[in-house]
């Protein structure tokens, strides 16, 4: 839920630059208010609707429902079953998915058909917060699954390492009664020597948490950490960023999507992955009913996001 609502204030101003953002509107509320935004090209963005990455988050969801297994293909044939072009994906993940109908013995190819290495775009890691729910008590189960749901669209390392990284934070959430930044930091970090001993660089991620680290102890501000950081659309940029914005303001939900969303860049990423965070650390009562109520979604109303996040606590709870 907490995904779900960073995705549709970040949907607003996806793409834009903090000044721009700055002079549109000066809160979450605000944002939430507006009916539409125009769009650069066909119609009108209507506010209160998610994008891709909540779009393919309930489908990851629907896919640990249903196939205990975790086959990546599978997961493949449930995105591309509920692609809506509209929902702004991706160009890569678009061309994956409207591939896949004709090419299904083919899916694990149509993954590097467009970055011969597979993709580092931020659209697996952005959609992994159910698998952190699900198996927040085994780390080592968690990243695996993390794996398997990136490789239908992001098979590049970097992608995998990102998802991992995502899986774990919002792992670590759900099982802290309180909060120390160690205990979110430690295991991302044991996450990649996994990697690295693969012989993968994991740089760019060990680099962001030095900085994360550093940027924590000074109480360095979220804004300020996103020129260190990054908020585009790559996973070694967007996940370290959403990672930061909830590190920072642990003990308000409404605050981290407020930063995510004002510094700019992939906002409805970034705010959607620092929501994720955030709500499974601070619960979905922590959610202001007045944001709830501005999700204009027909199959996933905000009851009907809750009723599968209690079949997924059903399913997998023993
Ligand atoms: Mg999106």
């Not at 949907?11 to 809160?27: D, G, L, N, Q, R």
């Not at 896919?63 to 929902?87: C, G, M, Q, V, Y």
């Not at 590049?156 to 120390?180: K, N, R």
Request: proline share 5%; charged share 20%; net charge negative.
């Amino acid at each position: 839920m907490g995904a779900a609502i960073g995705d549709i204030v970040g949907a607003a101003v996806e793409a834009e630059s903090p000044e721009y953002i700055a002079s549109k509107f000066h809160s979450v509320d605000e944002i939430l208010a507006t009916e539409s935004i125009p769009e650069f090209a066909g119609p009108s963005w209507r506010v209160g609707r998610f994008t891709d990455d909540t779009q393919m988050m309930l489908g990851v969801a629907e896919w640990l429902l249903e196939d205990h297994s975790h086959s990546p293909e599978k997961l493949l044939e449930r995105f591309a079953n509920t692609f809506e072009p509209w929902r702004r994906y991706g160009s890569g993940t678009e061309a994956i998915l409207r591939q896949f109908p004709d090419h299904r013995d083919q899916w694990q190819a149509l993954s590097t058909a467009m970055f011969p290495y597979g993709s580092y775009g931020n659209g697996s890691a952005m959609r992994v917060a159910p698998i952190g729910l699900v198996f927040a008590n085994d780390m080592k189960k968690a990243a695996e699954v993390a794996i398997a749901s990136s490789r239908p669209t992001h098979s590049h390392p970097l992608a995998y390492q990102g998802a991992v990284l995502q899986t774990i934070a919002v792992a670590t959430a759900a099982t802290s009664a309180e909060f120390l930044s160690q205990n979110f930091i430690s295991p991302m970090r044991t996450a990649l020597t996994r990697f690295s001993d693969l012989l993968q660089d994991t740089s760019p991620f060990v680099q962001a948490l030095d900085a994360i680290e550093n940027g924590l102890g000074k109480a360095t501000s979220c804004r300020e950490m996103s020129s260190i950081l990054g908020t585009g659309v790559t996973a070694q940029e967007a996940v370290p960023m959403a990672i930061y914005c909830f590190l920072r303001h642990p003990e308000s939900f409404e605050q981290v999507i407020h930063e995510a969303v004002f510094i700019g860049g992939d906002t409805d990423t970034v705010a959607c992955m620092a929501g994720a965070i955030s709500g499974a650390f601070l619960g979905v009562d922590v959610i202001p009913p007045r944001s709830l109520s501005q999700i204009k979604e027909e199959r996933y109303s905000a009851s009907a996001i809750r009723n599968l996040a209690d079949d997924l606590f059903d399913e997998y709870a023993d």
